[in-house]
């Protein structure tokens, strides 16, 4: 059993430091400003509620750890990602009964090119993606223990990415269906891990998700959302939901952090309002905009490359990029002319 648990290990490790060897330097990413400031901080703080903590945490204890090296923290995140692989062998062959298909289930994790890839970048996806392995693997196990450490791990995936929520609440139903104790026991773990972050929040914007739950939303749950995909990164889309809040929030004293927060409410009751009303992909009353453009201090795309206007006076924070002083967003329709998205 040693044997094969070091061998699933392996087959995921390789290929992985193949790309950690010969690949080009990963960008950093958000998580990794957000783990500078943990380190000089010495805490989280009031950096912000829109981002989870726990993969910025992962970073900066591996930057801690390597004394900031960035091949040292990109080698310890290819070991957390290839430990994913022995979870997927040993459920792969407890729920099939056949141990080649928990081999065949390995082999394609390890050489599955996006978590490859993903596996040296500076994005949560690989630390997730074994929070999640290993969360199926003590879910199949029978006993309370496994009902605690399913738990525990269910609520360290919501402090990494709150929108696995939906999983997470399903496999909690599973759980029940099997032992309506042990999915109690289970419930209460995610909550003792949880809430914590949830109260922080609550206190600083009055809200226990993470606020960018509803800027998630409305890049996919629109018109303008429909228009962009797929050829192009509904991200961009971003921008166009903020200066929809802008209209709402002008003249409000916030905070940055208040802001954010108020503006992913907006964002939020925006999607699920088209959400209500629009069934089967039918146009509704949101501006219109052209495949390759739309709000607020974005114009035309190419893809998913933006190409700001001249003209077009746009500024940056950390969390967002718009037009300066009071601009409104402007609708746009199939074929239009390139013009500044925002109008004054």
Known sequence: MRLTVVCAFLLCLVPRMGVLWLGPAPDLTHYWALSSAILEQGAFGDLDTKIEPLYPAFLAAARWVSSDHLEIVLL??????????????????????????????TLFYAVDPYLVRQSIS?????????????????????????????????????LTRFSVLPAVLVGLVLL????????????????????????RSYLINESVMPSRAGENLFVSLSDQGEQIMPRG????????????????????QLTPVQYQAQA?????????????????????????????????????????????????????????????????????????ED????SP
């Open 264 to 336: 992913d409410r907006i964002m939020m009751r925006e999607a699920l309002r088209f959400g209500r009303t629009h069934h089967g992909g039918q146009p509704g009353s949101s501006a219109a905009i052209s495949p390759s453009c739309s709000a607020r201090g974005w114009c035309r795309t190419s893809g998913s490359r933006v190409r700001r206007p001249r003209g077009c006076n746009t500024g940056a924070s950390s969390s967002r990029a718009w037009c300066r002083g009071r601009a409104r967003p402007r609708s746009f329709t199939r074929g239009g």
């Open 122 to 158: 500076t994005m949560e996806i690989a630390f997730l993606t074994a929070l999640l392995m290993a969360a199926a693997w003590a879910h199949s196990q029978p006993g309370r223990r496994s009902a605690v450490a399913t738990g525990l791990l269910f609520g360290l995936i919501l």
């Open 233 to 252: 990164n509904p991200d961009v889309l971003v921008a166009f939901g903020l200066a929809l809040a802008d209209l709402e929030l002008d003249g409000r």
């Open 339 to 342: 013009a500044c998205c925002c």
């Open 76 to 105: 310890l995140q290819v070991i957390v990602a290839s430990a994913a692989g022995v979870f997927i062998w040993l459920l792969g062959t407890r729920l099939s009964g056949d141990r080649a298909v928990g081999w065949w289930a």
């Open 176 to 199: 029940g269906r099997r032992s309506l104790r042990d999915a109690t026991v289970a419930a209460a773990c995610v909550m003792v891990v949880w809430a914590p972050w949830s109260v």
